[in-house]
């Protein structure tokens, strides 16, 4: 199978970024085109450099707006030529045009049950809202913050005595999983965003999300 040419994006650790990497160096018929990073300092970025991956740093600090700084991102994920482009932990509010731009071909991961805990410190908001299960959700990115149509989520229980960081890592160990799987179905064909923002899989509409634990292979 061809592989599919992606490019992703990244502000910190970059462990989902690893886990794409280790899924592309097995089977998962992707090619990483370029990792960009909008901190220079970000961990993910090594990670890329070790898997001889080409990377890129905007720094967002140095544009006058948000339009101009997604403008010129915008023309550097544009030169790699991808046919998706993967948000992977990158801290950064997009403007629509940049958002309408890749319409159908932009995920992110989001650590919670969309459409529960949209924006930041989701695990510490979990916590104080006693809820008993958490996790992380896939979306298609779209005009509203974290409210694009989710493909697929997988949960973990909220145990006695968690902190955000227990909590966190739980949940990240499910986002390893479910990221990869979600660029599998899309690489394969078998995932697209229609004409009325309803997640098509495998040729079906989605009512709801896939959950992990029903998901096909
Ligand atoms: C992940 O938990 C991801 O879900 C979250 O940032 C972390 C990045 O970790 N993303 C967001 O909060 C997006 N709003 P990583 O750099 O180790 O992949």
């Known amino acids: 199978m061809p592989r599919l040419p992606i490019v992703v994006l990244i502000s910190g650790s970059g462990s989902n970024l690893q886990a794409i990497i280790d899924a592309a160096n097995k ?8 990792v960009i990073s909008n901190q220079p300092d970000a961990y993910g970025l090594e990670r890329a450099r070790r898997a001889d991956i080409p990377v890129a740093i905007l ?12 403008a010129t991102l915008a023309d550097l994920i544009d030169s790699y030529q991808p046919q998706l482009v993967l948000l992977a932990g990158f801290m950064r509010i997009l403007t629509p045009g940049l958002v309408r731009h890749y319409h159908g071909r932009m995920l992110n991961i989001h650590p919670s049950l969309l459409p529960d805990f ?16 958490h996790g992380a959700s ?3 990115v779209t005009e509203e913050l974290d409210g694009g149509p989710v493909i697929i989520q ?10 955000a960081e227990t909590l966190a890592a739980r949940v990240l160990e499910k986002e390893h999983v479910i990221y990869p799987l979600a660029v599998r179905w899309f690489a394969q064909g078998r995932l697209s965003l229609n004409e009325r923002d309803q997640v098509v899989l495998d ?15």
Not at 27 to 34: F, H, N, Q, R, S
Not at 118 to 133: C, D, M, P, S, Y
């Open 27 to 34: 089977d998962l018929p992707v090619e990483i085109k370029a």
């Open 118 to 133: 949209q924006g930041l410190h989701t695990h510490q908001r979990a916590l104080e809202a006693e809820v008993q299960k």
């Open 154 to 163: 997988a949960s973990v229980p909220v145990l006695p005595g968690d902190d």
């Open 59 to 70: 720094e967002h600090q140095q544009f006058p707006d948000r339009e101009s700084f997604d």
């Open 138 to 140: 896939i979306h298609f």
């Open 203 to 217: 040729g079906k509409i989605l009512a709801a999300p896939v959950q992990l634990e029903q998901a096909p292979a």
